[in-house]
C-alpha cells in the first residue's frame, strides 16, 4: 500500500481558488485510482472527486463538478485537487485516498486503503 499525505490547504475568502496536493510513496503509485473526500465539522466524510491510475477518468460528488478538477503527474507521485470558485459550504477537512486497481468509478469510503491525515480548507464569506 502507499502511503499519502496532504498539502496546500488555508483559509481563503469565497470565490478564490486553492489547489491541494497529495504526495505518494511507492514505485507503484500509477496502479492506484486516487480520490478526495472532505468531511464537514459534525458531518460524515463525502467524497469529492477520483481519478483512475493512469488518469484516463476522473468521477466527481455533482456538488463540485464544473468547479473542482482532480489531476495526477504520475511522475512526481503526486495528485492534485483543484479547487475554484469556492464557497463556504467548501469548508472542511480534505482527505486524499488511494485504492489499487479495482472497479471503477470508486466513490466509496470502503473502497479506499491508504489515507492521509488530512488538510483543513476554510472558506470565508
Known amino acids: 500500500q502507499v502511503q499519502v499525505e496532504e498539502s496546500g490547504g488555508g483559509l481563503v475568502q469565497a470565490g478564490d481558488s486553492v489547489m491541494l496536493s497529495c504526495a505518494a510513496s511507492?514505485?507503484?503509485?500509477?496502479?492506484?485510482?486516487m480520490g478526495w473526500f472532505r468531511q464537514a465539522p459534525g458531518k460524515e466524510r463525502d467524497f469529492v472527486a477520483a481519478?483512475?491510475?493512469?488518469?484516463?477518468?476522473?468521477y466527481y460528488a455533482d456538488s463540485v463538478k464544473g468547479r473542482f478538477t482532480i489531476s495526477r503527474d504520475n511522475a512526481k507521485n503526486t495528485a492534485y485537487l483543484q479547487m475554484n470558485n469556492l464557497k463556504p459550504e467548501d469548508t472542511a477537512v480534505y482527505y486524499c485516498?488511494?485504492?489499487?486497481?479495482?472497479?471503477?468509478?470508486?466513490?466509496?469510503?470502503?473502497?479506499?486503503?491508504?489515507w492521509g491525515q488530512g488538510t483543513q480548507v476554510t472558506v470565508s464569506s
Open positions: 485516498a488511494a485504492t489499487y486497481g479495482g472497479s471503477w468509478p470508486v466513490s466509496e469510503i470502503a473502497d479506499f486503503g491508504s
Open positions: 511507492g514505485r507503484t503509485f500509477s496502479s492506484y485510482s
Open positions: 481519478i483512475k491510475g493512469r488518469g484516463f477518468g476522473t
